[in-house]
C-alpha cells in the first residue's frame, strides 16, 4: 500500500526556517515526480514545489527563492527546506507525486508562522 509521512512541521516566528520531510514507499518514489503541497484555513489546496526523479525543481512563484525541495532517491524522502517564512506561509504541508493521486494523501504537518 502506497505511504507518505510528512514530518518536520511547527511554530516557527517569521523570518525563521523549517525543513520538511517526507518518507515515501518505494513503489510511488522511484518513478514519480514528487511534490509538496499545503492548505491554509479557507483555501484550495496549491502545490508549492515539485521535482522531476532526475531533473530540476519548480516552484511557485510565492515561495521561489525561499523554498527549496529536494529528494533522495536512495531513501525514498523528499524534503522541503523553508527560509525566509512569512505568516502568510501557514498552512498544513503535504507531500504527494506530482500530479497528485487522491489516494496518497497523508495526514500532512503544520506549519505555523507568528509575526
Known amino acids: 500500500q502506497a505511504q507518505l509521512v510528512e514530518s518536520g512541521g511547527g511554530l516557527v516566528q517569521a523570518g525563521g526556517s523549517l525543513r520538511l520531510s517526507c518518507a515515501a514507499s518505494e513503489s510511488i518514489f522511484s518513478i514519480n515526480a514528487m511534490g509538496w503541497y499545503r492548505q491554509a484555513p479557507g483555501k484550495q489546496r496549491e502545490l508549492v514545489a515539485s521535482i522531476r526523479v532526475f531533473g530540476s525543481p519548480n516552484y511557485a512563484d510565492s515561495v521561489k527563492g525561499r523554498f527549496t525541495i529536494s529528494r533522495d532517491n536512495a531513501k525514498n524522502t523528499v524534503y522541503l527546506q523553508m527560509n525566509s517564512l512569512k505568516p502568510e506561509d501557514t498552512a498544513v504541508y503535504y507531500c504527494?507525486?506530482?500530479?497528485?493521486?487522491?489516494?496518497?494523501w497523508g495526514q500532512g504537518t503544520q506549519v505555523t508562522v507568528s509575526s
Open positions: 504527494n507525486t506530482d500530479p497528485y493521486v487522491r489516494s496518497y
